[in-house]
């Protein structure tokens, strides 16, 4: 898993490689109104991409990787991506 985000300014899905994040255009708008969709992450671990909350961006709760393959489980820190350890 890496360790640190990268963020993108401009969506270029080739490079949406592991921990890569990319805020929506339309961020805050979709999804529900306490906690909208966000941004685009590549799972640090196996880069399946997935949507986040803004909750998940600041690190409030824990993003789960999307991918039946991968159990990749860790909070988003500033621009850190720290592991949790499943309970
Ligand atoms: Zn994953």
Redesign the pocket.
């Known amino acids: 898993m890496v360790a640190e985000l990268s963020v993108l300014t401009e969506w270029i899905p080739e490079q949406m490689e592991p921990g890569t994040v990319f805020v929506l255009e339309n961020a805050g708008e979709v999804g529900e109104n306490e906690d909208p969709y966000w941004a685009v992450l590549a ?1 640090p ?4 991409l997935g949507l986040i909350t803004r909750r998940q961006v600041a690190g409030l709760i824990p993003v789960l ?1 999307g ?1 039946s393959q ?1 159990s ?1 489980h860790f909070v988003l820190r500033d621009e850190s991506v720290l592991p949790r350890k499943p309970n």
């Open positions: 799972c671990s196996c880069g399946t990787c991918s991968c990749a």
